[in-house]
């Protein structure tokens, strides 16, 4: 952040795969850090859903229709939880599409446009050393 000059209160956290597994898991231990997550074919254990409910965590989770590595029946326990804790988050499934869903979602500008809409209202930093 300090040699980048980077916005504390701008800090996105994505990945693919087991990226978007470790964007649920990073971004549930360390909320204080993160604007919004966006994980992709990535789904959440419902044990990362109080912190990110407690939070406010703007999360928008991406799948593929026809993922046979990651099946949409996976995600719905966690995002089923984190729903029951009144947390509202976007979930799209790119139905055509399997795996490579990554190829769609990074190419448009929708998925920048909406993190850049994300501020954390006062940034918190914690950095351990």
């Not at 952040?1 to 549930?28: C, M, N």
Request: charged share 20%; proline share 7%; hydrophobic share 40%.
């Amino acid at each position: 952040l300090e040699q980048y000059r980077g916005d504390p209160a701008r800090q996105y956290l994505s990945g693919v795969s087991y990226g978007g597994f470790g964007t649920w898991h990073i971004g549930s231990r360390h909320v204080e850090r993160f604007a919004a997550l966006l994980p992709v074919v990535g789904y959440p254990h419902p044990e990362h859903a109080p912190a990110l409910a407690r939070a406010k965590t703007p999360i928008w989770c991406i799948a593929g229709g026809r993922d046979r590595a990651v099946p949409l029946r996976y995600f719905y326990p966690g995002l089923n939880r984190l729903e029951e804790l009144g947390h509202r988050f976007r979930f799209s499934i790119e139905a055509d599409l399997a795996h490579d869903v990554w190829a769609r979602v990074y190419a448009g500008s929708d998925v920048y446009d909406w993190l850049l809409g994300q501020v954390r209202a006062e940034p918190r930093l914690s950095v351990t050393r």
